[in-house]
């Protein structure tokens, strides 16, 4: 609905746009998920249970990764691989 207009700017076959949403952190709904599975009295041993705090690991676990990808982006490798050049050009080994 909202989108239309601004897609009609665009020739028909033109693909080249971003669409981006902005949604509710997954840790946070399945964090009050949880809460409301044990508000209901639900068993730790719960199927239902189980499947959300699996999903809530999997996030974390994610979000784990996220963070050493976005250190490694982050650092700049570029005098470390220049004076890796150096050495080795300086040692013979190039």
């Known amino acids: 609905p909202a989108i239309q207009p601004r897609l009609s700017h665009y020739p028909p076959a ?10 509710q952190d997954r840790r946070t709904y399945l964090s009050s998920h949880l809460d409301s599975l044990v ?20 996030e974390e676990n994610k979000r784990e990764l996220w963070q050493v990808e976005n250190e490694r982006r982050r650092w700049n490798y570029l005098p470390f691989c220049v004076e890796l050049l150096r050495s080795l050009a300086g040692s013979g080994k190039l």
């Not at 508000?39 to 999997?58: C, F, I, K, N, Y």
């Open 14 to 23: 033109e693909i080249k746009f971003n669409l981006l949403a902005v949604t």
């Open 39 to 58: 508000a209901m009295g639900l068993e730790e041993s719960d199927p239902a249970m189980l499947h959300v705090r699996e999903e809530l690991l999997a």
